[in-house]
């Protein structure tokens, strides 16, 4: 198995960039959308990169098997989803069990899904922040590896949490996939133990 990664991506690929800032064997990029402005950066620094059109696909199951062989294509190391806006099959799933990560814009489990920042402020918290999981069949669920939180401040509106919280993605994210890399996580009973008990969390005042 090689030792690199498989970013999928729909967007603008900031995450996906602070990984391959970080020095992480980047291998290839691939996105559901053509108009996504990560690839950009992937065609800029000479990573392989593939647009998948979901919408060419007829079922779910279609389009994640065509996925699956695209990334199986690179055998893998890890599989990060970094603001890639599809909800993926069980089969998917299970095709990249052990190796499948996701970052989130929230500490889960609170805030699973879409708008985390809006409903950060609505909730009143006063530390919001971001997850980055092992990834499951439910959304947003599945063993967390590191997190990063931040304060929520008396001023705050969507966008400027939205940033103090990107960039605490920024920070994390690349710790994760060198864990996963490097072969320190293990699952247990749902729970991940790094192996050298390295700091799961991050504050970022
Ligand atoms: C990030 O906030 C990430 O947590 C979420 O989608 C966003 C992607 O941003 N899953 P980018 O494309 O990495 O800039």
Redesign the pocket.
């Known amino acids: 198995m090689s030792a690199g990664i498989v970013a999928l991506?729909s967007?603008?690929?900031?995450?996906?960039r602070a990984l391959v800032e970080a020095g992480l064997p980047v291998r290839a990029v691939i996105s559901n959308r053509a108009d996504a402005a990560?690839l950009e950066f992937a065609r800029a620094q000479g990573i392989d990169s593939a647009v998948l059109e979901h919408r060419s696909y007829a079922a779910r199951e279609a389009f994640d098997a065509a996925l699956g062989d695209a990334i199986q294509a690179y055998s893998p190391a890890a599989v990060v989803?970094?603001?890639f806006m599809r909800i993926l099959t069980p089969g998917f799933v299970a095709r990249f069990a052990g190796r499948l990560l996701?970052?989130?814009?929230s500490l889960l489990p609170a805030f699973p899904g879409l708008d985390t920042h809006a409903r950060a402020l609505a909730a009143g918290v006063k530390v919001h922040g971001?997850t980055v999981h092992f990834v499951t069949p439910e959304l947003d669920h599945g063993p967390i590896v590191i997190q990063a939180g931040v304060p929520v401040l008396p001023d705050d509106d969507e966008a400027r949490l939205a940033a103090r919280?990107?960039r605490a993605?920024h920070r994390i994210y690349p710790r994760a996939v060198r864990w996963l890399l490097e072969g320190r996580l293990t699952i247990d009973n749902g729970k991940v133990i790094v192996n050298d008990s390295a700091a799961q969390y991050v504050f970022d005042i």
């Open positions: 991506i967007g603008r690929g900031s995450n996906l990560g989803l970094a603001g996701n970052i989130h814009p971001a919280v990107l993605e």
